[in-house]
């Protein structure tokens, strides 16, 4: 499989789309539009072809909260489609709920050949996650690129033959980070080259993982689909 470096900050931006106000996060937390909904029709324009855009930086796209407007999810895929010189990177913790809506909402759009530039992804902290989110995931049939982002990595996983299009590991940080041990993230290595599925390593766990190299035996990982 062929594989490229992973764009730097320079080359990506964050959508944050909804979020909770002031970044309060829970249920019943109000839910807001942010106030660069429309900058991807900029972007389009004013960045390289293939520019990545992070959706949502803040929220996740497929939030049943009731304080979700169920509209902003079809706006959501609006803008996608409308910007096809940008790659939307999409991930979420509820694959059910992409499972469920997507379809539909796609459908109604000209189908998953309208939406080139969607990678859809699932977060997977740990082996129950991964057993019930990529199954799920991998049985969603249309994206360009399934994705799963094992962040945070809180303990060893066996993917059990389940062979996303890219994966994504990182240890937590903050003050109240959890350890991850270098033989989980080994493995997921091993597997991924094994497999020929492009592995990224994001950072070590730490309160502040900027001031550990992001390195793992010696070497940056940081492929990503063509």
């Not at 706006?75 to 999409?90: H, R, S, T, Y």
């Not at 990224?200 to 990982?221: H, S």
Request: aromatic share 12%.
């Amino acid at each position: 499989t062929a594989t490229t470096e992973i764009y730097t900050l320079s080359l990506h931006d964050a959508l944050p789309i909804y979020r909770r106000k002031w970044a309060v996060w829970g249920p019943g937390q109000p839910r807001h539009r942010t106030k660069t909904w429309w900058q991807p029709h900029n972007w389009n324009t004013n960045k390289p072809q293939g520019h990545h855009v992070f959706t949502a930086s803040l929220a996740d796209v497929f939030d049943a909260d009731p304080g979700v407007n169920p509209a902003w999810l079809g706006e959501v895929l609006d803008v996608i489609k409308a910007c096809p010189n940008l790659i939307f990177q999409v991930l979420t913790k509820r694959i059910d709920e992409a499972a469920a809506r997507l379809p539909t909402l796609i459908a109604a759009r000209g189908g998953w050949t309208s939406f080139p530039n969607l990678w859809l992804g699932c977060t997977a902290e740990n082996q129950d996650c991964w057993d019930i989110r990529v199954p799920v995931l991998l049985g969603i049939i249309g994206p360009a690129i399934r994705f799963v982002s094992v962040e945070p990595m809180l303990g060893p996983i066996d993917p059990k033959g389940l062979k996303p299009d890219w994966i994504i590991v990182g240890g937590e940080s903050g003050p109240r980070w959890r350890p991850i041990k270098i033989e989980w993230v080994r493995a997921m290595r091993d597997f991924s080259v094994a497999n020929g599925i492009p592995f990224f390593f994001k950072q070590w766990a730490a309160l502040n993982p900027n001031r550990i190299p992001k390195t793992l035996d010696g070497r940056r990982w940081r492929q990503a689909p063509r």
